[in-house]
């Protein structure tokens, strides 16, 4: 009896377990058909513009451009007129130079960014180590 209820068992879950993957086999088909090319290529080209669009500037954003540090406030961009403290301590000159707390001073390049926070970013929006 033992016997015949292990087997059983075994039975039963191979059996679940093969009409499990062919039901996921059929729902992925479903799937993939229902979605139509165009869905799946604005999406696709959604993503590429995003990926390879500027980095959007957020309010207290502060960003070398053409020579010129900008700054954005309340949604609108404008050229910073003085330096600017960030919440880490470090500060911002309106000629870009950037003092860090610890004395250290760097340039920003353009196109280069500083937030608020005193995060640095270059200009595809990748972190800078400001430790250097």
Known sequence: MKKFLSTFAIVAILTSCGDSSTTTESMDTDSSTMMNDNAMNTDTSMM?????????????????????????????????????????????????EVTMTDGKTMMLKDGESIDKDGHMMDASGKMIDSKM
């Open 48 to 96: 590429n513009s995003t990926m390879n669009a500027p980095m959007e500037m957020k309010d207290g954003m502060m960003m070398m451009k053409d020579g010129k540090m900008m700054m954005m406030k309340d949604g609108s961009t404008m050229e910073m007129t003085e330096t600017v403290t960030c919440t880490d301590g470090c500060k911002v000159a309106p000629s870009g």
